[in-house]
């Protein structure tokens, strides 16, 4: 009996229902044998069944946990290569931030694709990760954010008060809170708070606590 050749296992997995059919869908006309399967977006939900039923590639978002020990966002990625040192894995994100880019880009993944890409981005990342290459595939939105200066500065380095800030921010503190720990005025606090933000380029504050769970400031 003869056997299949080439069937690639594609694992899709995405907060978002509509996102996963998206790919499901695009992937099903663009490309041939090819198995497309659904897994769990949550960090644990997910290596449990990547061990149970392991796809060759794997494309994911990045989501983002609200409590530290959350095994998601960056420490999901180097959890899935850590265990899986052999599986492809292409990043599926609307996140435009450069900070946490940055720190994407530093684990082994093998493609990163924005949302805002026209669909064939994603067909051409699988492409480009079927051959050997050891470059990371980055989509036409993804380049443009690497010309944008991608890597901090080192002009953009944070002093130590302004990263001390961020930290208790992202802890659930207020501004308030935060100047009378710190014994410093109200107007003193934000500004330093606006300026660490303004070096990372974050524009919100849900960026701002995302960046430090990212970096596993607490």
Known sequence: ???????FRIGVSDESPFIVYS???ILAAELIRHEIFSYPVDGEDLLTQLNE???EILITDLNFGPEQSNLNGIRKIEEVRKRHPDMKIIIFTAQTNQALLNKVIQ?????IVSKRDNRH???EAFHWITYPRKRIYYSEQMKN???DRLFVESNNVLTPSELEIIRLFAMGHSLMNIARLRKRSVSTVATQKYNAM???QLHSNTDLIKYVLTQELI
């Open 107 to 111: 684990t082994p993944i093998n493609g």
């Open 23 to 25: 790919i499901q869908t």
């Open 53 to 55: 039923n392991p796809p």
């Open 121 to 123: 981005q994603l067909v």
């Open 1 to 7: 009996m003869p056997q299949k050749k080439n069937i």
């Open 198 to 200: 303004r070096k990372l």
């Open 145 to 147: 954010l690497v010309s």
